[in-house]
Each structure stands twice: as C-alpha cells, then as structure tokens.
C-alpha cells in the first residue's frame, strides 16, 4: 500500500524556464513529509513532479529521476495516467466536481478504474473513503446532493475521500489547508495524522506550526531571487528542522526571520 | 431592496453629468425603439394573417392543412441538420481546445470562423451544384440497400436534391455558430476541474467526460438552440437545394419532399395576390411562434440546469 519514493537529481522546467534544480530526497513510507520555504521557491512543483502532474502545462518538462519503490515514474515506457492512478492528490482550493453528489464525487476515480463495481461494494467503498477523510458523520444522509454545496472545509475532506478511495500508495497535499478556517484545518491536520498509518504523505505547507506539528520530516526549499531556479537547502527530522537546522537560512526561515 | 434604495438617492442627488442625460436618453430611445419594432412586427403578422385563417381558401383546404406541410418541412428539416452539426460542432470544439497543436487550434478556429462570413446564397450554390451531384449515388445505393428503413424507401431522388440535401446545407451553415460558442464555453472550463480529473488518473478522454462536458452543458444547449433559431428560418439556400412537392414524408431520399415555410415564402411570395398573400404571411407567423417556443424552450433549459451550480 504505502511505498518509498526516491528523488534523485531532479531539475524541473517550465518550457526554458529552470524553476527548480537538483533536488534529491528520500522519503519513508508511512510517514508525513512537509514542504516549506517562501512562496515562488518550488514547493507546488516538486510536489506535482511526484505525480507527474507537472507535464500537463504546456511546455513543462522534468530531468531527474524519480522512483517509487525503486521503479522509476519517468522511466520510458511508464504511462502517465498509470502513475497519477497510484499516486493521490489533494489540492490547494477544494476542488470537487460541481455537478457530481458527494456520492459521485467519490467513486469519480475508482470508476475510471472499474467500471461494473456492484452497488452494494460501491456503498461499502463510499462509506470506508468518508469515514477514511473524517466527513461520513456530516454527509451520510445526504450523500445525493452535490459536492459543491459542502462547506469549504468539508469539500476539502470531500476531496481527500475521492482521493483515498482509489487506494494510492502516495498522498500528496498542496497547501490542503490554505483556504479553510482554524476549525476545517485542525480537523484535516488530524485526518493527516491518521492517514499516515496507511499512505506515505508528502504535503507542502506554508505555515510552519502546521509542518511541525503533522510532519516526521521537513524539506526547507529557498531560492536565491526571482528568475533563478529553487532549491532544497536542508532536509532532516521535523524537529531537528525546528530546532537546530544546520544551515543558517532555514534557521532564518522558520525562525521567522524572512519569509 | 433596502441596501440599493439609499445609493439610488446619492445618485440621483449627484449632479447631473451631459454625457450620462445623453446616453440615457439615447439608450431609452433605442430600447422603446426595439420593443416598438418587435410590436410592429407581430402585429403585422397577424393582421394579415386573419383573413388566411378564417378563410375561405381558394382550393377550399383549411389554413391549417395548408400551412402543416411547410411546418413539418421546417421542423424535420432543422432537426436533421442539429443531428448532424451539434455532435460535429462539440467534437471540432474539443478537438480544437483539448487536443490540437496551438497552431493547428487556430488556424482551425480562423477557418470555422470563415464559414460563418459566407452569404447563404453561396451555400445554396455550393448545394445544387456540388453537394447534390455528389450525394445522389450515396442516396440510391441507400434506397436499394437499405430501403426497409423507412427513412430509405425508394425511389430515390434523380437529382439529389432532397431534404437530406438541404439539411447537410444547413448543418454546414449552422456549424460556425455552434462551434465558436462551444469553444469558447470550453476554455472556460476551470483548470481546477481539469486537474482534479487529471489527477485521478483519467485520461485527457476521461478528463473531458467528467470536467469539461459537464461545466459546458447548459453553454452547449445555449448554443445549439442558437444553430437551431438560424436553421429554421433559413430561407436562400433551402429555397435553392430542395426540390419539393409539399409532401410529409420522413423519407430522406426521395423526391417528395416537403418545403419548408421560409424557403415557400421566398418562392411564392413574388407571384402572389390576393388571398394567397395573407397564407404567406400567416404561415409566417407560424414560424414566428415556432422559433418564440424554441427559445423559450432553451431558456427554460438552461435555468434547468444551471440551479444546481453548473459551473
Ligand atoms: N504554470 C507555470 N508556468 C510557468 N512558471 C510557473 C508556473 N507555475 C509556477 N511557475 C514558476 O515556478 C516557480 C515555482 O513556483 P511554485 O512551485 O508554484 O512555488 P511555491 O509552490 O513554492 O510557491 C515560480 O517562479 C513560479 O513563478
Ligand atoms: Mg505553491
């Protein structure tokens, strides 16, 4: 279920735009993975490098390797489409599909997949993926109505269900909870920390108490000044991170220095 | 209510600026001037369309029998050319925001553009010239193959110049329309909803299904009822494709086919008098009240299927 991702070498483009540069990192299955650094250092794309949803801008390309236990993403020959199937995604807004019920909106992908699932397993998946994100509570009798009229927190939930619903062996989160109140945020930091038992979790985050309080490790991204690419300056233990980094920027930043 | 009337005071206290008194007053002029017009319009239709409908007639039909050939000869002939142009238009608007090479999208979208600038008399040229000579084989080997499918039944027309003909004519003409919109309302589709299918693992087809099609369903209705509105009342090129015999018939191949009522009035129109003058006009305001229904038809549609946040 859960699986190591390796990152190796990686620089990532926007068409002759270098946005990121030589990032390599190891990440443990079954454990939270925070992204920090200022906002333009790379975060997003890095992120979406792991689901190679980076290639779907126009122009945008990856040198490196990346390789989820051990078989690597960009390797010829490896479908796209294969690896998002494995590797989940929640977004930085809420994004379920307007004119699907909740219902729909869950077993949106696993449908993809498996077109004749029985009613009755479809039942079972929807109830396991909203207990999964914390929202069946809130949503079972009403699991008809559309996505969109959740409240914003309880979409983002909405979106972690779909997203846990196709079983991924990565959970990948961008800033989940930039668009939501304290409340909808605590709620998601502790779904964070149960999903952690089964997914191996990487989220990018821009707000540091939130990084130290889900994450097992932090990887500080900086970038040097507009137009040069971002890259990651420390990687370690959370609390190692928070505490006594060992170089003196990511001191600066999550000491709130700059940033 | 309560929040617009003080605003609505300060305004109307606030000095009186020329440039403002001359727009609204050339504003309110044109407006009253349109509803004026509309009025006109339809009180024209049916003043001269009183005497028709309550006859007598010359050949002693009623106005209704008379006018319910033409009627069908619209509708099923606008209703072929939807058939073919809605499914075409949505798939070279797909193809051309979702699938294309930039370049290839708009050298694609120019050359649709074109054929909305060509006058209706050229493709009623195009028709009779080209299109039916080329169609007719298509049409016998039709009738004789597949002639037990009652939109086959022989014979089959010598000229090629059926309804089918003329449909094709129109699906061509409404094309431009229906597709600008289309395309248009696709790229509007938010990217949040693209990447959200995206990244569950759909392919671009998938991806289309779940985000792209959905958020322009009330967009591609809007935009077909348009195609269908100019389809109807297409009067040139269907006066010049089709040869009729004022027949109702679904037969698509032969040549019995029904003329439709803007095509009969341009024919008929020069030559008639008397009685004969107030038909024309009165099957006039049948087509003024098909294409008032299909409108309100599409309205009611669209706000159908918009309350649940299509967007
Ligand atoms: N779609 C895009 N096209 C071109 N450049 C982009 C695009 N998205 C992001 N960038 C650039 O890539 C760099 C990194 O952006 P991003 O990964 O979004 O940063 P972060 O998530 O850390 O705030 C920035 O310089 C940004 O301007
Ligand atoms: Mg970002």
């Known amino acids: ?259 | 209510m309560t929040t617009a009337a003080p605003a609505a005071t300060t305004r109307a206290s606030a000095p009186n600026r020329p440039a403002d008194v001359i727009f609204k007053a050339v504003s309110t002029t044109a407006g009253v001037l349109i509803l004026i017009a509309l009025a006109g319009v339809a009180i024209f239709l049916v003043a001269q369309a009183v005497p028709a409908i309550i006859g007598p007639l010359p050949d002693d039909d009623s106005f209704w029998a008379w006018v319910w050939p033409l009627t069908f000869g619209t509708l099923w002939s606008a209703f072929l050319a939807m058939v073919m142009a809605v499914p075409m238009a949505i798939a070279i608007a797909l193809f051309i925001t979702h699938f294309a090479p930039r370049r290839l999208a708009s050298i694609l979208g120019y050359a649709i553009d074109l054929l909305a600038a060509i006058p209706s008399v050229i493709y009623g040229l195009w028709g009779i010239a080209v299109l039916a000579p080329f169609m007719q084989p298509a049409y016998a080997w039709l009738a004789e193959n597949l002639g037990w499918i009652p939109l086959f039944s022989p014979p089959a027309s010598g000229t090629g110049r059926t309804i089918l003909t003329a449909a094709i004519v129109l699906a061509v003409m409404v094309l431009p329309i229906i597709t600008a919109l289309c395309r248009e309302i696709f790229l509007q589709t938010p990217r949040l909803n693209e990447e959200a299918s995206l990244a569950l693992g759909a392919t671009r087809w998938e991806m289309i299904r779940m985000a792209v099609l959905p958020h322009g369903r009330s967009g591609i209705i809007a935009s077909s009822i348009l195609g269908l509105g100019r389809a109807l009342g297409e009067t040139m090129a269907v006066a010049m494709v089709l040869a009729s015999a004022g027949a109702v018939t679904f037969v698509v191949v032969g040549s019995q086919n029904p003329s439709t009522i803007a095509a009969n009035i341009a024919l008929r129109f020069p030559e008639a008098h008397g009685i004969t003058v107030n038909m024309l006009i009165g099957s006039g305001l049948v087509l003024f009240a098909i294409t008032l229904l299909v409108n309100a038809i599409s309205r009611w549609i669209i706000a159908k299927t918009t309350v649940d946040g299509g967007r």
Not at chain 1, 241 to 254: A, G, H, L, M, R
């Open chain 1, 1 to 259: 279920m859960s699986k190591r991702i390796e990152i190796n070498d990686l620089d990532v483009y926007y068409g002759a735009f270098k946005a990121v540069e030589g990032v390599s990192l190891e990440i443990e299955p079954r454990s939270v993975t925070a992204f920090i650094g200022p906002s333009g250092c790379g975060k997003s794309t890095v992120l979406r490098t792991i689901n190679r949803m980076h290639e779907v801008i126009a122009g945008a390309y990856v040198d490196g390797e990346i390789l989820l236990d051990g078989a690597n993403l960009y390797g010829s020959g490896v479908d796209p489409v294969n690896v998002r199937r494995q590797i989940g995604m929640v977004f930085q807004r809420p994004n379920p599909f307007p004119t699907m019920t909740i219902r729909e909106n869950v077993l949106a992908g696993v449908l993809l997949n498996n077109r004749r699932m029985s009613k009755g397993d479809q039942d079972d998946l929807v109830e396991r993926s909203l207990r999964g994100a914390n929202l069946w509570n809130e949503v079972k009798d009403r699991l008809g109505i559309p996505g969109s009229g959740l409240s914003g927190g309880q979409q983002q939930r909405l979106c972690i269900a779909r997203a846990i619903a196709v079983s991924p062996d990565v959970l990948l989160m961008d800033e989940p909870c930039s668009a939501l109140d304290p409340i909808s945020t605590l709620a998601i930091e502790d779904l964070i920390e149960e999903l952690k038992q089964e997914y191996t979790i990487v989220i990018v985050t821009h707000n540091m108490q939130q990084a130290s309080r889900v994450s097992d490790k932090t990887a500080f991204f900086n970038i040097a000044g507009t137009g040069k690419p971002g890259k990651l300056i420390e990687y370690d233990e959370t609390t190692r991170i928070f505490s006594n980094p060992s170089v003196q920027s990511t001191e600066d930043y999550v000491s709130g220095r700059f940033g």
